[in-house]
């Protein structure tokens, strides 16, 4: 399949926003674990935060990922 540069602005932009929303609800999820002490929330943040992790180079991600460490 070819996208001519209107569709392929619409992928990139539509592949963006998603993880500008990902970033986001990971920095969420960070804000409400702060003051929960337990393994099961720290395992489903570190899930959460390996798996941004393969698009640090996202801006967002990168800030979410540098406020984790």
Same mark, same amino acid.
């Given at each position: 399949?070819?996208?001519?540069?209107?569709?392929?602005?619409?992928?990139?932009?539509?592949?963006?926003?998603?993880?500008? &929303?990902?970033? &986001?609800?990971? &920095?969420?999820?960070?804000?409400?674990?702060?003051?929960?002490?337990?393994?099961?929330?720290?395992?489903?943040?570190?899930?959460?935060? &390996?798996?941004?992790?393969?698009?640090?180079?996202?801006?967002?991600?990168?800030?979410?990922?540098?406020?984790?460490?």
């Amino acid at each position: 399949m070819v996208l001519n540069e209107s569709a392929a602005h619409a992928v990139d932009a539509g592949l963006h926003v998603g993880w500008f &929303a990902a970033a &986001a609800t990971a &920095a969420r999820v960070l804000d409400l674990s702060a003051d929960v002490v337990g393994e099961r929330t720290a395992g489903r943040t570190r899930v959460v935060l &390996a798996r941004l992790e393969g698009f640090r180079g996202v801006p967002e991600v990168k800030e979410v990922l540098q406020r984790a460490s």
